[in-house]
């Protein structure tokens, strides 16, 4: 992978470039960033900043608690005149 032109990267350069979200996504994430790091040691917050941005930007799942869940179906029979019931 062509990695060069990170010397020039901005954070938001980092958080946009499907190169860099490819990388962070990887399973070895944190060995290749390190890597990146000792390469652009200028670009180390850089590199940390925009890798944390997109690990918490990247939510697989959403979970609704418990209790939202039951409002939400309140309104849902509510609307529905216990049609679905």
Same mark, same amino acid.
């Given at each position: 992978?062509?990695?060069?032109?990170?010397?020039?990267f901005?954070v938001?350069?980092? +958080?946009?470039?499907?190169?860099f979200?490819?990388i962070?996504?990887?399973?070895?994430?944190d060995?290749?960033?390190?890597?990146? +790091? #000792?390469?652009?040691?200028?670009?180390?917050?850089? #590199?940390?900043?925009?890798?944390?941005?997109?690990?918490?930007?990247?939510?697989?799942t959403?979970?609704?608690? /418990?209790?939202?869940?039951?409002e939400?179906?309140?309104?849902?029979? /509510?609307?529905?005149?216990?049609? +679905?019931?």
């Amino acid at each position: 992978m062509d990695t060069e032109r990170f010397n020039t990267f901005t954070v938001e350069d980092f +958080i946009i470039d499907d190169n860099f979200r490819l990388i962070v996504k990887n399973s070895n994430a944190d060995k290749v960033l390190d890597e990146l +790091i #000792l390469q652009y040691p200028d670009k180390k917050q850089e #590199l940390l900043l925009s890798a944390k941005i997109i690990k918490e930007l990247n939510v697989t799942t959403f979970r609704q608690s /418990e209790i939202r869940m039951k409002e939400l179906w309140a309104k849902v029979v /509510e609307v529905s005149g216990n049609d +679905i019931i």
